[in-house]
């Protein structure tokens, strides 16, 4: 991850916060709503610490009070929930095809989203459309929002600590972008900066399957494949930020099917003779048509490889599969693939078991999760 610290955007109302009173936040935000026993039992604060931190975020509005309906024993428990829009976080999201820009609020509800389609494979196009967005955003967002800060995310590979980056898309156009000139001195916001394999891992860390597991790989299908690993809550960026990046381990044979939305409507687009649209290749998948069969065969004998690099090296509690690849063709995979390890005769070593993300907004959940996920560490 690459950010701006010299660009201050820490809101009053967050100065007033301690690392405890973040700990009950997160708790509440995870769980959507979570009552004082169980708030105390995940974080290990007491229950005088408890009450005194509570009591203060009530009055700060961070957090509000309901009543919780229990049996006809005992009184009823009272949970409590994060009140709307006091902190909020920007994504911008720069995919081949489209670029999104979203405002989230802290307990992941949407309150603003806007989404160019198009074809960006310059980096020059791409921005001005981010930008253009962003300007219409900023000047929507009401003045009682705390904004955490704007993530963006992007597929490629860092090039320096900086915080520059390649993406295949526009290779020299990209990696002279200064994402911390160009968005975060404009809005005055720090600017969170991830490839795409590590902001859907954020993402997910911050749900609720994904704060169960003490680490776990994602793999984001989307134009071509990216990764991020989680361990013990945080993400492992490496020296510059690359760590996680998992295309280099498929076969460079570009001809060889690979789980990716290019590979699945090229394979399609070839047998068909014209071009795949959304709507054949969704009807393909419902009717179960051999073609989309024999391209997810062939992408599993390609995944044995990169999926047993993941387990020897990094040793994960799971492996997450998500993206924009269809979660039908994402099912069968998670159900066809084979994990190897280590193994000495007939002794195996453990191997990780395969999840799904739920959805396949995981990517855009995760952009503004960024400046969430910085939030709670600061």
């Not at 979203?102 to 001005?128: H, M, V």
């Not at 003045?143 to 490629?156: D, E, F, K, R, Y």
């Not at 179960?288 to 062939?298: E, H, K």
């Amino acid at each position: 991850m690459h950010t701006n610290q010299k660009v201050s955007s820490i809101s009053t109302i967050e100065k007033q916060l301690n690392s405890s009173h973040k700990k009950v936040i997160e708790n509440i935000r995870r769980n959507r709503k979570a009552t004082r026993a169980e708030i105390a039992k995940a974080t290990g604060l007491s229950n005088q610490t408890l009450t005194r931190l509570t009591q203060h975020l009530l009055s700060l509005g961070i957090v509000s009070e309901h009543s919780k309906i229990s049996g006809l024993r005992g009184q009823p428990a009272t949970y409590l929930t994060l009140e709307p829009g006091v902190f909020a976080s920007v994504g911008v999201i720069f995919e081949h095809d489209r670029v999104v820009v979203l405002l989230d609020d802290l307990d992941r509800t949407n309150i603003i989203r806007y989404c160019k389609d198009g074809t960006f494979l310059s980096a020059e196009l791409a921005i001005e459309a981010a930008i253009s967005m962003l300007d219409q955003l900023f000047s929507e967002i009401k003045p009682s929002i705390n904004v955490l800060g704007i993530g963006i995310s992007i597929s490629g590979f860092f090039t320096d600590t900086e915080g520059r980056i390649c993406s295949q898309q526009d290779p020299q156009g990209w990696s002279k972008v200064n994402f911390q000139e160009t968005f975060a001195k404009r809005y005055q916001q720090q600017c969170f900066v991830e490839n795409d394999g590590n902001a859907a891992s954020i993402g997910f860390s911050l749900t609720q399957k994904g704060a169960k597991l003490q680490s776990f790989y994602l793999m984001l299908f989307t134009l071509d494949i990216g990764g991020g690993f989680v361990f013990e809550g945080g993400v492992v960026d490496g020296a510059f930020g690359n760590a996680g990046e998992i295309s280099a381990l498929f076969s460079s044979d570009k001809s060889l099917p690979r789980p990716t939305i290019g590979s699945l409507y090229k394979h399609l687009s070839a047998i068909w003779g014209e071009p795949a649209t959304p709507q054949r290749v969704q009807q393909a998948i419902d009717n179960q048509d051999s073609n989309i069969m024999s391209w997810v065969t062939a992408c599993v004998e390609t995944m044995k490889f990169p999926l047993k690099a993941i387990q020897s090296l990094l040793d994960p509690e799971a492996i997450v599969f998500t993206g924009r690849l269809p979660i039908e063709l994402q099912k069968l995979l998670s159900e066809k693939v084979i994990v190897t390890g280590a193994s000495y005769g007939d002794v195996f070593a453990p191997t990780p078991k395969i999840h799904l993300a739920d959805g396949n907004d995981i990517l855009e959940k995760g952009v503004t999760a960024i400046p969430a996920f910085y939030f709670f560490k600061r």
